[in-house]
């Protein structure tokens, strides 16, 4: 992973930064589904739904995936698609390098 400013303008915006929070803990953030669906989800599906993500962002659908996408771009969220869903997690290599890189160049 490289540290570029594009990295930096996804990480500007706070519903990014609120998934990826989410995604660090979704048994206990993700509260739209039981903690046994969001267990499920990530053991059998490798991440959290879209529409789990959107009810807790609370915003509209095209507006959350685009920061998916975006956070994805940059490194930070894996995805799964399995029929017409989409699952995400994140990325913990790219972070932790991301996290090294930062502690090392600033």
Known sequence: M???TKLFQVLSNQVRLNILKWLKDPEKEI???SCETVRFMM?????ICVNDIVKKAGLAQSTVSKY???LQSVG???SERHGKWTYYRRNETN???FVSLLNEKL
């Open 2 to 4: 490289e540290i570029n």
């Open 68 to 70: 998916l996408s975006d």
């Open 76 to 78: 930070l969220l894996q």
């Open 95 to 97: 972070i932790k390098q």
């Open 31 to 33: 509260t739209s589904v």
């Open 43 to 47: 053991n059998e599906r490798g991440g």
